[in-house]
Nanobody, 116 residues
Framework: QVQLVESGGGLVQAGGSLRLSCAAS????????MGWYRQAPGKQRELVAF???????NYADSVKGRFTISRLNAKNTVYLQMDNLKPEDSGVYYC??????????WGRGTQVTVSS
């Protein structure tokens, strides 16, 4: 049974930082590409960053240079360090495999709110 538990969100002022964590179970974590996705109110969920099983990273243009994705296979955990946050980064952040191993399964996510 796949389980994804996101944490670390919160309210922060523009220019601030947050570090998100996602603990995964029910998958062979080390073999999977993992992604962070976000969904802003009224918008579709979008992929903002992913990291392959080999450690290669990729970022959406909107977050490049400000966000850093990393993984710790020993803990089945993927992280997202978010620096220089902007109000448009606000939304619910989810982790999942990339692409989602079960497209209909998503964790509860963690809310990020950036005030101007």
């Amino acid at each position: 049974q796949v389980q994804l538990v996101e944490s670390g969100g919160g309210l922060v002022q523009a220019g601030g930082s947050l570090r998100l964590s996602c603990a995964a179970s029910g998958i062979i974590f080390r073999l999977n590409s993992m992604g962070w996705y976000r969904q802003a109110p009224g918008k579709q969920r979008e992929l903002v960053a992913f990291i392959t099983s080999g450690g290669t990273t990729n970022y959406a243009d909107s977050v490049k240079g400000r966000f850093t994705i990393s993984r710790l296979n020993a803990k089945n955990t993927v992280y997202l360090q978010m620096d220089n946050l902007k109000p448009e980064d606000s939304g619910v952040y989810y982790c999942n495999t990339n692409p989602p191993i079960i497209p209909t399964y998503w964790g509860r996510g963690t809310q990020v709110t950036v005030s101007s």
